[in-house]
């Protein structure tokens, strides 16, 4: 081989190092942009989540996890914003500072066991991954579900198991879990799901259209069993002020 | 032969706007089935603007396409039949996605391109007709007239294809008639090469006719509920029934069940049985229980809507306003209801339960106990004089989660002061009315139907409307009880051990102590029950004016029940949109607003761009240009004013928005062309004192007419309902027939004065009437909201006054 040839090759290999060190960098710091956001968009919900921010710990966790890798490549330079993105099938990854919210709502600890009903594109798994020991994921679409499969496979998270199936079932051979997270629509609280809640432990469902969440359900089950259900906007808005 | 010789070619007028108009129909249903119908306005009204962009090159170009009159309209015609296919074709090919507009920049790119494609239709067909009546400028009424019986039965003709045919394959019958009414002209204008272009165009139509289906399958968004369900291992489509309002699909789901039970109680000891989906226009999703026995229905009894059956057991007679699926007929049912009336003014929902899924939905079982009665809930409170024990409304398909506010602009008269007061009328003694509700964060729809409930029991009479209600919550649903007398203690008592057993809240009853409501469903504010106590104390007013939605009752003269947008909060959300505010917004009303503006922007360029090219030497002076502009506004804003407040009225007449839609349409064009018919044949000569005289007749009449219709509609509404129904769409066409042909005339006398005085701006003029019919339909919408139907034909009066003041003529 001629030497100049061998010159050229790794002239190329160096630009294309360089070139993929520059994107890493611009997702970090577009990553770093967004935690930010999020983080001072949280801090004016102290009224709503009894606490005055989104734990460090979710958000350490998002600052880690390459949201850039879980939609489709044309989308990447979007990845970032604070907005929900569309990832084929009718289906969209939930905007970031949601993410957040629901994260943090369901209070993850390192030792908790969380089944998550849609895996979607698999991001709220890989967050959630990062937080607690095991995550179960559950997807109704089988090629959404495959391809979140894949995708966090090859990222290595490895505390994340997935399959194809219903949902509303739950994952009962896991159970019980420290909490859920219902990200599919449904027109009821499954019951099953109830059952595989661990006594204390905590549900969160999203409720509204792909693009817009329009309030966060919570559902508590007590150290006795008892359910309650609270409807959270993920915004501070009052919408009655009045004296009555 | 001099034009004034020739008989105008009316035959391909008459084909053509026809064909414009069943196209304008057709291009609603198409994108309300792709996207969302509140999008379909918004892309539709501004498709229409092709008319004055029309208008605007006519002006401009005039001199040259007169020359080749015969060949430019076949051209026209025949562009006209190619484009409203091909444009389709090509608007879905473009991957806009409604729901992200908020969000995505270049979502609107693609709506700007879907707009340029969708004018192109009807610029085609607005040339043809414009020319057509410059060509034959001493028969400008005649063309008009015949344009408009066309359009007349142009939208009668659509809504029976529609009945008939799938909307793709009554796209292909739009373009042939387009390709046709080419054909005609050629015949008659014995222009071109006749038999080469005619065998030219007899190719065309093969090609139109059997193009292949994929090129024409309707691709929805991806995002409507249908789509999702079909992306489910084992769904299997069952059948697709489409007619002119509704496009019903029917799926099943044999490997992962539905289980679609609204609210359904976590305290339910058993699931949902087998069901079918059934989808509206690709959304709306309800479904089909498979009835196999009583047991695999118990969940039905864990509902919030099964309520009044546990107030009051076993009642003789049940009322179901809205049977939709057959989800309350099960409930009612099961509660052993002797008898029950269903109501559902969609033939198609009610065949699937009683004909195509009979066996499945048991129908066999329970048949015997019910009647069904094929009109709206409106329509048969009015001619009914049965009583009844029970009325129950059926739970809107869909849900709350659903994009906030995509039916603000849908008016709605079923629960209007009016449609409650009536439904209370027809209660037994200690009846009950029950309304079931999805609920939404923040509240607001439920809370507009308790204002609307306590302002309907007042009017019955009822000086503490708080003894008579009850109001309970699920996890997503409110059920609202009326009781026709005071609720009981023991009433009160089963309402609470309902409420309890099934962790539903309570959010009013006549004793309610404040810590028993928000218990099991919590809510950051207990909202229902601070509602319910201040819409029924002295200071509702107050409330009502602070609460950040609109919430005020709701009346037959203003019936935009599901629109609660108010102006004050948009500030606040909008400061909070990156949060989840913008999920907070009603986007209709914002939508009908910015189409608006959209609009106003591109009629001001079309109306104002031509003058630029007018020769110095042409243009007429300040005041008579002037004058044209506000004369041509006028009467565009004007005439579709009074013809909307007139679909509206008519929609409660009729019972029937179909044939609300149907009558109006057809008897406004056609009696408006037989007004400019006559016109025309008043005209012999178009000397302007004869047209002035002409012209303040029918201006008079019309406000006349009007003034009086709007103070009558409220007398006469419950009388004419009560009437049979061949009764009822003959007085409704004889309401509008005096009306309409009176308006049928300040068009065309208009545009021969402006002929006379000016002829280089008569396609401007028209140019500005197209502009101004677009902008009419959008305001219409937005001052009926604030001031309702009545304040719109008042509006309409007033226009036809500054018309008559600024007529061309007088200048």
Request: proline residues 5%; aromatic residues 10%; hydrophobic residues 45%.
């Amino acid at each position: 081989m001629k030497p100049s040839l061998i010159l050229f090759l790794l002239s190329c290999l160096l630009a294309a190092e360089t070139i993929s060190a520059q994107q890493v960098d611009k997702y970090a710091s577009q990553r770093q942009m967004m935690i930010e956001e999020i983080a001072s968009d949280a801090s004016r919900l102290v009224k709503y989540i009894d606490k005055d921010s989104v734990s460090d710990r979710v958000m350490q966790s998002m600052a880690t996890v390459p949201r850039h890798l879980f939609i489709p490549p044309e989308m990447r330079d979007e990845a970032y914003e604070n907005r929900p993105l569309p990832i084929g099938y009718g289906q969209t990854i939930s905007q970031p500072y949601i993410v957040a919210l629901m994260t943090d709502l369901l209070q993850p600890q390192p030792d908790h066991k969380v089944l998550e009903i849609g895996t979607g594109s698999g991001y709220q798994a890989a967050v959630l991954s990062g937080l607690v020991k095991e995550v179960y994921s559950i997807e109704i679409i089988d090629k959404l579900g495959l391809t979140a499969k894949r995708v966090l496979k090859q990222l290595g998270y490895d505390n994340v198991s997935t399959r194809i199936a219903d949902g509303y079932d739950g994952w009962p051979e896991h159970a019980q879990f420290d909490s859920i997270i219902v990200t599919a629509g449904i027109s009821h609280i499954p019951p099953p799901l109830v059952k595989q809640l661990k006594n204390g432990g905590t549900m969160v469902i999203p409720v509204g259209t792909r693009f817009q969440t329009q309030q966060l359900t919570l559902v508590k089950k007590d150290l006795n069993g008892a359910i309650t259900t609270k409807q959270i906007l993920p915004v501070i808005f009052v919408p009655f002020t009045g004296g009555h | 032969m001099s034009p004034s010789d020739q008989t105008p070619p009316l035959s391909a007028i008459f084909v053509l706007s026809a064909a414009a108009l069943a196209y304008e129909v057709l291009l609603v249903r198409l994108f309300s089935i792709i996207h969302w119908h509140h999008f379909a306005f918004m892309v539709i009204s501004i498709a229409l603007l092709g008319y004055g962009a029309s208008g605007s090159m006519i002006t401009v170009f005039q001199r040259g396409l007169l020359q080749r009159y015969g060949s430019v309209l076949v051209f026209n015609a025949v562009m006209f039949g190619l484009s409203a296919i091909v444009c389709f074709i090509a608007v879905q090919q473009l991957p806009f996605n409604a729901l992200e507009i908020l969000w995505d920049t270049s979502q609107w790119q693609r709506l700007f391109i879907s707009y340029l494609l969708l004018t192109l239709p009807f610029f085609f067909v607005a040339n043809a007709i414009a020319l057509t009546m410059a060509r034959y400028s001493d028969r400008i009424a005649l063309v008009y007239g015949v344009d408009l019986i066309g359009a007349g039965i142009g939208a009668i003709a659509i809504l029976v294809l529609l009945q008939f045919y799938p909307p793709d394959a009554v796209l292909r019958i739009v373009g042939v008639l387009g390709i046709m009414s080419g054909m005609l002209a050629i015949k008659q204008l014995a222009c071109l090469g006749r038999l080469l272009v005619s065998t030219l165009l007899a190719l065309l139509t093969v090609i139109i006719i059997f193009a292949p289906a994929d090129w024409l399958t309707l691709r929805l968004s991806e995002y409507k509920g249908l789509e999702q369900v079909l992306l489910i291992n084992g769904t299997r489509h069952l059948q697709r029934h489409s007619n002119s309002i509704s496009q019903i699909d029917v799926v099943e789901s044999k490997a992962i069940p539905l289980r679609n039970a609204p609210g359904m109680s976590l305290l339910s000891p058993s699931g949902t049985p087998d069901q079918l989906a059934v989808f509206r226009d690709g959304d709306e999703m309800t479904t089909i229980d498979q009835h196999k026995d009583t047991e695999s229905l118990v969940y039905q009894d864990y509902m919030s809507s099964v309520l009044p059956y546990h107030i009051h057991h076993a009642p003789q007679k049940v009322l179901i306003l809205g049977s939709t699926t057959g989800n309350e007929l099960l409930q009612a049912t099961l509660h052993n209801a002797a008898h029950i009336d269903a109501v559902e003014p969609d033939t198609s929902l009610t065949k699937l339960i009683t004909e195509d899924y009979a066996e499945y939905f048991g129908w066999d079982r329970i048949s015997d106990r019910i009647s069904f009665h094929n009109i709206s809930p409106r329509g048969y409170a009015a001619s009914t004089e049965e009583k009844y024990d029970i009325i129950v409304t059926g739970v809107p398909g869909g849900s709350s989660g659903g994009a906030a506010g995509v039916h603000a602009l849908a008016t709605s008269y079923n629960f209007t002061i009016e449609a409650l007061e009536k439904y209370l009328s027809l209660l037994e003694p200690d009846g009950l009315l029950s309304i079931t509700f999805w609920t939404s964060t923040p509240a607001r729809g439920n809370l507009r139907l308790f204002a609307t409930a306590v302002e309907a029991l007042r009017n019955h009479g009822i000086d503490l409307p708080g003894n008579n209600m009850a109001w309970i919550r699920s996890w997503n649903t409110a059920t609202l009880i009326i009781k026709n007398g005071a609720l009981s203690e023991d009433d009160n008592k089963r309402i609470r051990d309902f409420s309890t057993s099934r962790a539903f809240d309570v959010a009013w009853l006549p004793d309610i102590k404040e810590d028993e409501v928000n218990r099991f469903q919590l809510l950051q504010q207990p909202i229902y029950y601070m509602a319910a106590r201040s819409l029924l104390s002295p200071a509702s007013k107050d409330f009502i004016d602070s609460y950040k939605y609109h919430i005020k009752s709701v009346s037959d003269n203003n019936p935009y029940f599901n629109n609660s947008f108010k102006w004050s909060s948009l500030p606040e959300l909008l400061g909070i949109s990156g949060r989840g505010g913008i999920a907070m917004i009603d986007v209709g009303y914002p939508t009908l607003l910015f189409t608006l503006v959209q609009a106003v922007i591109a009629a001001v360029v079309l109306i104002l761009l031509p003058l630029a090219f007018v020769r110095r030497n042409e243009k007429p002076g300040l005041s008579r240009r002037r004058n044209i502009v506000i004369y041509f506004v006028s009467i565009g804003l004007a005439f579709l004013f009074i013809e909307l407040a007139f679909i509206q009225k008519f929609t409660l007449i009729l019972s029937q928005p179909l044939y609300a839609v149907a009558v109006t349409l057809c008897a406004f064009l056609i009696f408006s062309g037989l007004g400019s018919l006559y016109a025309q044949k008043k005209m012999s000569t178009s000397s302007p004192e004869h047209i002035h005289r002409l012209l303040n007749r029918s201006v008079t009449l019309i406000c006349t007419i009007t003034l009086i219709y709007v103070f009558a509609f409220p007398h006469i509404t419950d009388t004419i309902m009560a009437m049979s129904e061949a009764a009822r769409i003959t007085a409704a066409i004889l309401l509008a027939a005096p009306l309409s042909f009176a308006m049928g005339m300040p068009f065309p006398l208009g545009l021969t004065a402006t002929r006379r005085n000016d002829p280089q701006l008569m396609p401007w003029a028209w140019g500005i009437n197209g502009c101004a019919s677009v902008l009419s339909a959008i305001l219409a919408i937005l001052l009926a909201i604030e001031i309702g139907f009545s304040g719109v034909m008042l509006t309409a009066i007033f226009f036809y006054a500054l018309a008559w003041v600024s007529q061309p003529v007088s200048s």
